[in-house]
């Protein structure tokens, strides 16, 4: 099977669409209509929106009449959004420090809404791990089938590369480097960047975002958790400059306290594999090097994995394999395809879609996952009605238990910073 | 001044060659009949080898008969070779786990030859931290100047990009990373390889060496020690399979007990720079991977060094630069060349020279700056007769407590492993 091609019993469902209740959709402004909007919208089958809530009622009502949203209501009340049954899936799309007062009530009130099923949250999961956790709890507790996302696990490429690894075409990992620039926490400042990015305490920041899907995503590709870990954090940009949309120095500078630099590394569970990782802020002058690289080495081939924007989730990729075909190779399936006359022989690929639009494709991609999940489970009587985690299934989606166990090594890679140390986080994807 | 071309005083002296005894010269085998030997060669009227020691004096005899190295002496013993007065500076390329026995009685015996200036000692020092120290100690007390065979600091690449990094063409250094595959350590060991590089305990290993020249090029390079230090040392392929000179399996595998894998992060005390360092054995697939990359990155330019082999100090690289020009670069002459009118201008420059032999040329370089210096204090009043460091100047050559900076953080590198812990490191180079 091709993993990284669409599954293809996910056609137009012979029933209703899942009703969406939004937070944090605002037709103007934001993450969400740039990306989960058009998502919905292009799933028009299997999703249609029906609740949106604003703690500003006027805002979702604009929002409703702008994007002609003609089934949805505004609920001026979380308690009243919470608690109406016309909701099948809960999407929280806002600052991330607000995520926690959001979502608590919010599960409360949901126990009077029978039909609500999924609860959709926009990563990172709060601006703490304690945060987290609870959230994590409460949501379950509450019986919700929950999607994080950590949508980079959807990405076309890193599927490609997960497909690659699964399958043998790497032999025995033994190497991992990554490197990315994380842009906007580097020298300059956009003056229409929210300021909350910048702040400390808000668990949205360099670590937790960028780090964050990158490393979900290698963990992801590579099937494993890490085992130990050290990491060394850097504010070494406190000041940046402010710049108008053209770049151009608006000769101001403004204070910066997230870190501007991550150097981490550590081991793979399985097979021990030596990780290093820099990403860092800033885009300097970039001739010799992508914004993203990350290099995995094997016993039989490498993988090298390069993106002009140093953020996996959202970047267009470029996929490059180089390898050696070898009888040894144990294939899943279709085994004749690459055994036998040509054994031993080179094979390289380079995979690239040229126009695809990673910030809302890997998005679109997890609501279609969403959507088989939904479906399927209609028709294929072994299907679990819900499950916990994806793991490291190409299946499925990722679930809050996938955000809590990479919010729970976020945590200990600012534990390692401050204790100058090496922790052993093996058991952290424990639940 | 170019930093990266040789002095101009360094001509034919109007003087007696260096007299030199040499331990580890042997015309059939070593590291020193290709490098040590036709560097004096190629320096004749500045050097000349008057004496030879070795354990089996036929040896010494041999090679002083097949090299015909006719002012030549053998000589039977430490004592008998360190007391001639007709050596003025003494080589040793032997194995590291040998000079701490070799060099003790070696300066003890050689305080009859009034005539010994110079100790010239191949990396590394010692198989011990403790050895080196003493080693450092007595040629020190013994009044001699000594010279260490890093002779990375030599390779024009180096040089260049020292100069780039000192004139400001890369601004402020905010980040670095090193890559490289130090080949003899992976999967497959050459059948003629000297079984005692992978046992440990002898000081020379992937850390000492590998590692070892190549972080020396980095602090050299950017005119900063460390200040705090992570490593992991990974063993993860105990048994090598035996190969051929061909590369063809043998059927046979033998136990590896030292390291093939180094994980190392740290920062520079200049500017707190993260620099982030994965060292590995094995040459896997390499498509996409120069077997030695390191990317200097700066507020004004980068520069990356590229190599096929994995060794910074004996493959012949690339540098690549590319960088703003600037007004605000400090250049320490010649300023008039890149400001003014093509301020701002993207500068690009490939460094390469396509015949260089790096092995037997960078050990060249170190002997024409003994040379150098030697010639020199003859003329120049105000030249010093002896100095105990090179440190980071671009003239003069490294010597033993430059080697024993390097000596010491190597053990911190292991010290670092052993304790899962972040190391500071900055008070290394007090002495």
Same mark, same amino acid.
């Given at each position: 099977m091709d993993y990284y091609r669409r599954s293809s019993v996910s056609t137009v469902p012979d029933a209703e669409p /899942?009703?969406?209740?939004?937070?944090?959709?605002?037709?103007?402004k934001g993450w969400a209509v740039k990306t989960h909007y058009p998502a919905i919208l292009q799933l028009s089958s299997q999703f249609e929106i029906t609740a949106l809530y604003s703690?500003?009622?006027?805002?979702?009502?604009?929002?409703?009449q702008k994007l002609k949203l003609t089934s949805a209501t505004a609920f001026p009340t979380i308690e009243s959004f919470a608690s109406s049954s016309n909701v099948d899936m809960i999407v929280i799309a806002i600052q991330s420090s607000n995520n926690y007062s959001t979502i608590m009530p919010l599960i409360e009130y949901s *126990?009077?809404?029978?039909?609500?099923?999924?609860?959709?949250?926009?990563?990172?999961?709060?601006?703490?791990?304690?945060?987290?956790?609870?959230?994590?709890k409460v949501a379950s507790l509450r019986g919700l089938q929950t999607i994080i996302s950590l949508?980079?696990?959807?990405?076309?490429y890193v599927r490609r590369a997960k497909e690659l690894i699964s399958q043998g075409y790497l032999g025995d990992i033994n190497s991992i480097e990554i490197m990315g620039n994380a842009g906007w926490y580097g020298y300059e400042?956009?003056?229409?960047?929210?300021?909350? /990015?910048?702040?400390?305490?808000?668990?949205?920041?360099?670590?937790s975002t960028t780090f964050g899907h990158t490393i979900d995503i290698l963990q992801y590709m590579t099937g494993s958790y890490f085992h130990r870990i050290n990491s060394m954090i850097f504010n070494n940009i406190p000041l940046q400059e402010l710049v108008d949309e053209h770049g151009n120095s608006l000769n101001e500078k403004v204070k910066k306290?997230?870190?501007?630099?991550?150097?981490?590394?550590?081991?793979?569970?399985?097979?021990?594999?030596?990780?290093?990782?820099?990403?860092?802020?800033?885009?300097?002058?970039?001739?010799?090097?992508?914004?993203?690289? /990350?290099?995995?080495?094997?016993?039989?081939g490498d993988i090298k994995l390069e993106g002009d924007a140093g953020f996996a989730e959202i970047s267009n990729l470029v996929l490059y394999y180089s390898g050696t075909s070898s009888n040894d190779i144990s294939l899943n399936n279709d085994s004749s395809a690459t055994t036998g006359y040509d054994a031993g022989k080179e094979i390289t690929e380079v995979?690239?879609?040229?126009?695809?639009?990673?910030?809302?494709?890997? /998005?679109?991609?997890?609501?279609?996952?969403?959507?088989?999940? *939904?479906?399927?489970t209609k028709h294929l009587s072994n299907s679990p009605s819900k499950f916990i985690m994806q793991g490291f299934e190409f299946e499925g989606f990722p679930t809050f238990m996938d955000g809590l166990?990479?919010?729970?090594?976020?945590?200990?890679?600012?534990?390692? *910073?401050?204790?100058?140390?090496?922790?052993?986080?093996?058991?952290m994807s424990q639940y």
């Open positions: /899942i009703k969406v209740g939004f937070i944090g959709l605002s037709y103007n703690p500003q009622i006027e805002n979702a009502i604009s929002t409703i *126990h009077k809404n029978p039909n609500l099923k999924y609860l959709f949250l926009e990563w990172p999961m709060a601006a703490t791990l304690d945060q987290a956790e609870e959230i994590y949508q980079g696990r959807k990405s076309p400042r956009m003056v229409k960047s929210p300021s909350y /990015i910048f702040e400390m305490g808000n668990g949205s920041d360099m670590i306290a997230v870190p501007d630099h991550l150097l981490f590394q550590g081991t793979l569970i399985n097979g021990n594999v030596p990780v290093s990782c820099s990403i860092k802020g800033g885009r300097p002058v970039k001739k010799f090097t992508k914004n993203l690289v /990350i290099d995995i080495h094997g016993t039989k995979y690239h879609l040229r126009n695809y639009n990673a910030v809302l494709g890997n /998005i679109f991609r997890l609501y279609q996952s969403i959507a088989d999940f *939904h479906y399927n166990i990479l919010e729970r090594l976020i945590h200990t890679v600012y534990q390692s *910073h401050f204790s100058s140390s090496v922790i052993n986080v093996s058991q």
